[in-house]
């Protein structure tokens, strides 16, 4: 990751020290530290020398989708782009039109090559076999100091865990640089029924059939999603991680989710914890303290049903404790609800500070 990077929102600059951990410096003054989301009104390059080796972004039948490509600078160039295509039966005509926007952007900041992989919702290890087809010609130029940019916007979590998988465990690159547009909040829910449960791939831990199974999970607007999980594993311990303090200060937020996930909260065994909403080192540091109390007492099971940016902390997490298995339901539809809510702030995402800490395996 480029350790000079300038922000529009700012006007200054964002630095690493020799410690790794970065700092905002506003003419020549050290400000303070990059420890929290950033909201961005324009994204520049990392390659302060040339183009980046790689943008990669996903449609999807959300609006938000194409609010990072719209906030690229003039000066943004990438050598290649990628873009996912999560095939929706239900929402093919919103998918193909941001599709068309996204390529329609990118094109305009990229050199040599802009791919589409095309997948189903179901079947993320396709999609990553496509992109393993074609990386011998995208890959960064230099493997220790790679220009990656990665949108999660339009991801699902599953895929976002696949994706992270084979761009830091397998290709060992590090955490690229992630952005996350945020959507307007509404007290609705996302999702209709679960369609399956599935251990996430090269997330599937070590299961012991002599411990018992910790359930941590991450609530939101989807409890259908979440009580499928826990009833299927049936825990005898469990604890709901909710976004608290939520995200802007929207207390309602907090209030609807508690009282959507009110039949889980209410189950003997299940203890609540908070977690941010956007801050993966944050999320990790929860997961963290989780597992230092319980260690090898457990089978430690992590269902991610909250925000993409926690999805995020569990990558991280996972990354030091492969004992840990995490689960994943798949909807049986998207709410009409969550395809009209609108863009929220992009925001560039805490996480420098864990690419220069280097991941150890503890376990």
């Known amino acids: 990751m480029s350790s000079l990077c300038f922000y529009q929102r700012f006007d200054a600059r964002l630095v690493d020290n020799t410690l790794g951990y970065p700092y905002i410096v506003r003419n020549g003054e050290q400000m303070k530290t990059y420890d929290e989301p950033v909201a961005i009104k324009q994204l520049p390059r990392l390659n302060e020398y040339g183009p980046d080796d790689l943008f990669i972004c996903c449609a999807s039948f959300e609006e938000r989708c194409v609010s990072s ?10 050598r290649y782009s990628i873009i996912f295509v999560i095939e929706e039966t ?11 926007r996204l390529q329609t952007e990118l094109s305009r900041h990229t050199s040599e090559g ?11 290890a396709d999609a990553i076999g496509q992109v393993k087809n074609i990386w011998q010609r995208v890959r960064p130029k230099d493997a220790d100091e790679p220009f990656i940019t990665l949108d999660i916007s339009g991801f699902t979590k599953i895929y976002l865990l696949q994706l992270l998988h084979f761009l830091v465990a ?158 994943y339901s798949f909807p049986s539809s998207y709410t009409h609800s969550y395809a009209q809510r609108q863009p ?17 395996n503890s376990e």
Not at 90 to 100: D, K
Not at 114 to 124: A, E, G, K, V
């Open 69 to 78: 490509v719209t906030k690229l600078a003039s000066s943004f160039r990438a």
């Open 170 to 327: 397998e290709q060992n690159l590090g955490i690229p640089r992630i952005i996350h547009t945020t959507q307007e909040y509404a007290p609705t829910r996302l999702t209709r029924g679960v369609e399956q449960i599935t251990t996430v791939p090269n997330f599937f831990g070590t299961i012991s059939l002599e411990k018992q199974t910790l359930l941590l999970l991450m609530l939101g607007f989807e409890p259908e999603r979440c009580l499928s999980v826990w009833k299927q594993f049936n825990p005898v311990r469990t604890i709901a991680l909710i976004s608290n303090p939520p995200r802007d200060g929207q207390t309602d937020y907090l209030a609807y989710a508690e009282s959507s996930n009110a039949s889980l909260l209410s189950q003997g065994g299940v203890e609540r914890r908070d977690i941010p909403p956007d801050d993966p080192f944050g999320v990790r540091q929860v997961l963290e303290s989780i597992y230092h109390e319980v260690r090898d007492a457990y089978n430690v099971v992590i269902g991610p049903f909250g925000t993409k940016p926690q999805t995020i902390g569990v990558f991280l997490f996972c990354l030091e404790h492969p004992k840990v298995q995490v689960v």
């Open 90 to 100: 239900f929402y093919s005509r919103e998918v193909n039109a941001q599709l068309i």
């Open 344 to 360: 929220g702030a992009t925001l560039l995402l805490p996480l420098t500070s864990v690419a220069a800490m280097g991941f150890r």
């Open 114 to 124: 802009l791919y589409i992989i095309r997948c189903q919702r179901d079947n993320p």
